[in-house]
């Protein structure tokens, strides 16, 4: 229907240009919709990546029985965790990374010999699902010399819990969020299409398809959009470099996120896309209604 | 050109605005529509140009019925009508170029061939110097002979008007039915609604008349001036 299509973006520039109020009104509704939807989604990826990487340091235990041989086991281990970082730890290592981990308290070991601790195996299994640490841990228990696994199942189990929760109640958030913006935004936006109703009454005199007089609405809807989508994603950038060091400082966590952590480009070409596209839907929305009316 | 056949059109609770009209006006007429305020004129007209749609009876335009038109056919229906309103109905924050460009615009013609049309308009209603200028600034009458310009843009085969001239004093007037009158020389079928009977007596054209939303009488304005005076 719309054979023109650079017609139809250049009477939306006309358009945008004659009535800058409106389309900024727009622009700023857009804005602090995909703002808020960007900020949400950053905080709930933020939050997963935390503790991802939390999780990253779960390391599986093989303690073993006393007389047992180190090397061994250590090779019998690797064997039956292939890709794994595995480190071996005597008995007398394991008694100092203790003191170290206690600091101040470290004299509550003085007198503690290196044969009070097994030797032991450790096994570092980033980002691990808990039905794969139990198989793995059955499995290692089954070494000849290994006397106990522990790979702290039940943090485990509540850290998968409530990731999947977590998820659940973010992608629910997200949609609400979603729905809310495109009823707000095509409200905003009918107010662009009501102010030129005379315009819109005038063309369709004139022999205007209901294709022609939409079309700039909708190439206003998306320019608004994605304009909206980039100020989100800027400002989105400008609240990470501001607010991640700071978070650094008083989070330990926050120091192990990569520097551009907790925006990476998907969602920040989500942002923009998000925008353009809530323009659109919503311009359509708003032109629909009007011309069916 | 135009075939109605017992054309009733009803607004709820009103008595009927037009009742039981058969009219037909063919290629090339040039015809009043006449009668007291209220009596249906402009009612007549906006089922023409589809503005409107009829409670019941036939709608027959180039031959094709309208009566029951589905909204995406419409404006394939208006781009062979020019329409003209006593109010003008420019847009003010366009230029007067740009408000007669409109219909060949919405026709997507390409707009080195729209700014050429455009100019030979402007110079057939004796307004090529206010091209830039935005409809506010000119009078009634120069507004008007815009109007009308942007209603023949496209060459439509039928032209309408309502009360084209009511808002005119007697010179202004005189312009717009001279533009009206050429339009209609050079083959384009014209209905102008109107109830000032100067201009009936001033042109001798077909006169059909209504009241109370039914057609009284149908002839040429000599006799219709004598039936009526
Ligand atoms: N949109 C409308 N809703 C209700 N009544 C209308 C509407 N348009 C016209 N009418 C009624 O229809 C009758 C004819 O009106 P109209 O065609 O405008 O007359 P005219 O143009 O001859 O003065 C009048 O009684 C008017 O009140
Ligand atoms: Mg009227």
Redesign the pocket.
């Known amino acids: 229907m719309m054979r023109r299509p650079v017609e139809a973006i250049r009477r939306a520039y006309t358009a945008l240009v004659r009535s800058p109020y409106v389309a900024i009104t727009g622009t700023g509704t857009i804005f602090v919709a995909v703002l808020s939807i960007g900020l949400v989604a950053a905080g709930l990826g933020t939050a997963e990546r935390l503790l991802g990487a939390w999780a990253g340091e779960v390391r599986l235990s093989v303690y073993l029985a006393r007389g047992a041989d180190l090397p061994t086991v250590g090779a019998a281990v690797a064997a039956l965790a292939p890709g794994r970082a595995v480190e071996e730890v005597p008995a007398a290592e394991g008694l100092r990374r203790l003191a170290q981990s206690l600091g101040d308290e470290a004299s509550l070991l003085d007198g503690v010999g290196a044969d009070a601790l097994p030797d032991c195996v450790e096994v570092a299994v980033p980002g691990i699902a808990l039905g794969e640490a139990k198989a793995l841990s059955r499995r290692l228990r089954a070494v000849p010399g290994v006397a106990e696994v522990d790979y702290g199942t039940a943090w485990l189990e509540r850290l998968e819990r409530f990731l999947d929760r977590a998820r659940a109640a973010g992608l629910g958030l997200l949609l609400v969020l979603g729905l809310a913006t495109a009823v707000l935004v095509s409200n905003t936006l009918r107010l662009a299409v009501y102010a030129r109703r005379e315009e819109i009454e005038i063309m369709k005199l004139v022999g205007a398809t209901d294709a022609f007089v939409g079309a700039p609405f909708l190439v206003e809807g998306v320019l608004q959009g994605a304009l909206a989508g980039g100020l989100a994603a800027a400002t989105l950038l400008g609240l990470q470099a501001a607010l991640l060091p700071r978070l650094a400082a008083a989070f330990g966590p926050f120091a192990a996120l990569a520097p551009g952590a907790m925006l990476p480009w998907p969602l920040l070409l989500g942002v923009v896309g998000g925008g353009a596209a809530i323009g659109l839907l919503a311009s359509a929305l708003a032109i629909f209604r009007f011309l069916r009316r | 050109m135009i075939q109605l056949f017992h054309v009733t059109?009803e607004?709820?609770?009103?008595?009927?605005?037009?009742a039981d009209v058969t009219l037909h006006v063919t290629k090339g007429e040039f015809v009043f529509?006449t009668?007291?305020?209220?009596?249906?004129?402009?009612?007549?007209?906006?089922l023409i140009f589809c503005a409107?749609a009829p409670t019941s009876g036939q709608l027959l335009l180039f031959g094709r019925n309208v009566a029951r038109v589905s909204p995406g056919e419409i404006p394939w229906v208006r781009r062979h009508i020019g329409v003209v309103f006593q109010d003008f109905k420019l847009l003010p924050e366009r230029t007067i170029g740009e408000n007669v460009a409109l219909p060949l615009e919405v026709r997507s013609l390409p707009r080195r061939e729209i700014r050429r049309k455009v100019l030979g308009l402007l110079r057939s209603v004796g307004l090529e110097h206010r091209a830039e200028k935005f409809p506010p600034s000119l009078s009634g009458g120069e507004q008007q002979r815009v109007a009308v310009a942007r209603a023949l843009a496209a060459d439509p085969a039928l032209l309408l008007a309502?009360?084209p001239t009511g808002n005119l004093d007697a010179d202004r007037t005189l312009e717009v039915m001279e533009l009206l009158a050429a339009a209609n020389a050079r083959g384009t079928t014209v209905v102008i609604?109107t109830?000032d009977r100067s201009l009936l007596q001033r042109y001798t054209r077909r006169v059909v008349a209504?009241e109370?939303?039914r057609l009284v009488s149908d002839g040429d304005s000599i006799r219709q001036a004598g039936a009526n005076p």
């Open positions: 059109k607004y709820p609770g009103e008595p009927p605005a037009l529509l009668g007291p305020s209220g009596a249906g004129k402009s009612t007549l007209l906006k409107e309502d009360e609604a109830h209504l109370r939303g």
